[in-house]
């Protein structure tokens, strides 16, 4: 099947997967495009299963204040690598993760990593890393937080 560059373009600018990936998962799905997307974040998901044993040593902290002032979130997320940790999708995995534990006040990583992502409820914290190490690459770990409320 002859893949169109207009839907490969379009496939990569919406799951961030390699151009390869995209024409692979276009070509498996005869060019229907939604379940390309789809097969695309199973097959990553899958990949991010296959690097959970990997040593995630490199990461950084993350710092979130509510704009009110009266809530503070300290994360440190970790990857494999501190050029994956310079990553755009890293800093924004974090960034999010910071604003989930400001806003539901887990009392620990595995309550955290089971619940509800704020922005999408069909979507686990969990389930939003594994995509994240699927994009990137490389094992990603929450290794601890602080979430200080005043007053609390």
Do not use: W
């Amino acid at each position: 099947m002859q893949v169109k560059i207009e839907d490969l373009k379009k496939l990569r600018e919406a799951t961030s997967a390699g151009v390869s990936d995209c024409r692979q998962a276009l070509e498996d799905t005869s060019g229907d495009f939604e379940k390309a997307k789809k097969l695309i974040i199973e097959r990553g998901v899958a990949k991010a299963e296959k690097k959970q044993d990997r040593e995630a040593s490199q990461g950084i902290i993350e710092s979130y204040v509510h704009a009110t002032g009266k809530v503070g979130v300290l994360l440190e997320l970790r990857c494999e690598t501190d050029f994956v940790a310079r990553t755009d999708d890293f800093k924004k995995l974090a960034h999010e993760i910071a604003l989930q534990i400001a806003a539901m006040q887990p009392k620990d990583v595995a309550e955290l990593t089971k619940s509800a992502y704020i922005r999408d409820a069909s979507v686990t914290i969990e389930s939003l890393i594994k995509q994240t190490i699927a994009k990137v690459g490389e094992n990603i770990t929450v290794a601890r937080f602080v979430r200080m409320g005043l007053g609390e």
